[in-house]
């Protein structure tokens, strides 16, 4: 007598490769994610500093910023890179479309690995680079509850983000991802100022509403130093959820307009 597998269970199952894989694999997934975010915390954050060069308050600014980058930036390639290879010669990609449950629930799955990707490498950057930088003024850890649902809700954002990109973009396109798409993210999603400083350049302050990074940094910025001037939480998690919510949609169209291609 056949016993019909539950989708939950083969979610669960998919899920528990993933991790599995980024286990095994993880000091190359942590050099890959933390490397940039590191370097830019021993110089900005640790020699400037040091050298009269910016102020030491600067670190206050800067750390959830940076913390901000490694969270996206891991969750974001932890979807695309592996969507383009999957879907490249190898077609590994048909392994799990084989698998008993709606195609849209193995995208989902994958934006799922990419939060918690995310979140690893963020959990990883955090306290090292507290340590390079030092004391930071105005830092506080006790508003975790704010600090985990920013860290979840940026993680989900930018593993939607990836999904779409990483099925949307072609395979011999996607070194462009870096250079167009995720270039001026970086640079102007508020990792390193915070959202309040463009007060001085109104239009700038407005313009980089349209980047998700903005949302994440200023995000992180009011759980970590929220004596400092910061968005609304409300906006900033308003804005979080309508990302993924949209990425995701849009995603799972690609994804799946990909599967049955």
Same mark, same amino acid.
């Given at each position: 007598?056949? /016993?019909?597998?539950?989708?939950?269970?083969?979610?669960?199952?998919?899920?528990?490769?993933?991790?599995?894989?980024?286990?095994?694999?993880?000091?190359?997934?942590? %050099? /890959?994610?933390?490397?940039?975010?590191?370097?830019?915390?021993?110089?900005?954050?640790?020699?400037?500093?040091?050298?009269?060069?910016?102020?030491?308050?600067?670190?206050?600014?800067?750390?959830?910023?940076?913390? !901000?980058?490694?969270?996206?930036?891991?969750?974001?390639? !932890?979807?695309?890179?592996?969507?383009?290879?999957?879907?490249?010669?190898?077609?590994?990609?048909?392994?799990? $479309?084989?698998?008993?449950?709606? %195609?849209?629930?193995?995208?989902?799955?994958?934006?799922?690995?990419?939060?918690?990707?995310?979140?690893?490498?963020?959990?990883?950057?955090?306290?090292?680079? /507290?340590?390079?930088?030092?004391?930071?003024?105005?830092?506080?850890?006790? /508003? !975790?509850?704010?600090?985990?649902?920013?860290?979840?809700?940026?993680?989900?954002?930018?593993?939607?983000?990836?999904?779409?990109?990483?099925?949307?973009?072609?395979?011999?396109?996607?070194? $462009?991802?870096?250079?167009?798409? $995720?270039?001026?993210?970086?640079? #102007?999603?508020?990792?390193?100022?915070?959202?309040?400083?463009?007060? !001085?350049?109104?239009?700038?302050?407005?313009?980089?509403?349209?980047?998700?990074?903005?949302?994440?940094?200023?995000?992180?910025?009011?759980?970590?130093?929220?004596?400092?001037?910061?968005?609304?939480?409300?906006?900033?998690?308003?804005?979080?959820?309508?990302?993924?919510?949209?990425?995701?949609?849009?995603?799972?169209?690609? #994804?799946?307009?990909?599967?049955?291609?």
């Amino acid at each position: 007598m056949n /016993r019909q597998v539950s989708p939950g269970r083969v979610f669960a199952a998919l899920l528990m490769r993933d991790v599995t894989v980024v286990r095994r694999e993880l000091p190359y997934f942590l %050099i /890959r994610t933390a490397l940039q975010p590191l370097l830019l915390v021993t110089v900005f954050g640790f020699l400037m500093p040091r050298m009269g060069i910016i102020g030491k308050d600067y670190t206050s600014i800067m750390l959830p910023g940076v913390l !901000a980058l490694s969270l996206t930036l891991s969750a974001v390639q !932890a979807v695309a890179l592996p969507m383009v290879q999957d879907f490249g010669y190898t077609k590994e990609i048909e392994d799990r $479309l084989l698998a008993p449950v709606p %195609i849209q629930l193995v995208a989902i799955e994958k934006i799922v690995a990419g939060t918690i990707q995310g979140f690893i490498a963020s959990l990883f950057v955090l306290p090292i680079a /507290r340590l390079i930088m030092g004391p930071i003024p105005g830092l506080t850890f006790s /508003r !975790a509850g704010i600090l985990l649902l920013i860290t979840i809700l940026g993680g989900a954002s930018f593993a939607a983000i990836g999904l779409f990109l990483g099925t949307g973009i072609p395979p011999q396109q996607i070194g $462009l991802m870096f250079t167009v798409i $995720l270039g001026p993210m970086m640079m #102007f999603g508020c990792t390193y100022f915070p959202w309040r400083g463009l007060d !001085a350049v109104p239009a700038m302050k407005y313009a980089v509403l349209i980047d998700p990074l903005v949302y994440v940094s200023e995000g992180l910025r009011s759980a970590l130093t929220p004596n400092l001037p910061h968005m609304s939480l409300w906006a900033i998690s308003a804005a979080l959820m309508g990302l993924t919510t949209f990425f995701t949609l849009l995603g799972l169209r690609t #994804f799946t307009k990909r599967a049955i291609s």
